[in-house]
């Protein structure tokens, strides 16, 4: 772990079922809520000017919380991430996530929605390049069409995509029934 900035939290279902991943802000904010046990933790501590605590690396919920829909994996900006591999759409270059900007293939400012068949990982040089066009009028296509992936992105997490903590790797061995 390279101190806080790449730390991030698996986040298991009561019934260790790996959901998202999520930051330390708020794997400590769901700590403090008292929603979750922490399992795991990171070697890395965040210091406050009266307390300091070791950052969570793999939380529980305390609570079962029930599926949206058994097909449906949650829309966010971690999860196109890891749909794209961590990687530009346009021009297939690998970056981290500070270095990734999401992309509506269709504009929002064209009524292009905001869902996993129109967004895509993209560089800042390829958003900004790209702008308020298509892929086709920017000349830019892309390397695979945007799909609603039908698995939990932390299952096929694969050790070249980003280093993941090696505490995860039990975890995220679970399998959906």
Known sequence: MHGLASARSLLLNSSYEPMRIVSWQKALILWFQGKVDILEYHSTVARSSKASFQ?????????Y??????????????????????????????????????????????????SWTNVVCACRDCNQKK?????????????????????????????????IPSVWRQYLSYKVG
């Open 131 to 163: 702008a308020d066009r298509t892929p086709a009028q920017a000349h830019m296509p892309l390397l695979k069409e945007p799909k609603m992936p039908a698995w939990l992105p932390v299952h096929d997490f694969d050790a070249k995509m980003k280093p």
């Open 55 to 63: 950052l969570p690396s793999v939380l529980k919920l305390r609570n």
């Open 65 to 114: 919380v029930r599926p949206r829909n058994n097909q449906s994996v949650r829309f966010c900006r971690e999860n196109v991430y890891v749909r794209d591999n961590y990687t530009c759409q346009y021009c297939g270059i690998q970056f981290s996530p500070k270095q990734l900007t999401l992309d509506h293939v269709v504009p929002a400012s064209r009524q292009g929605a905001k």
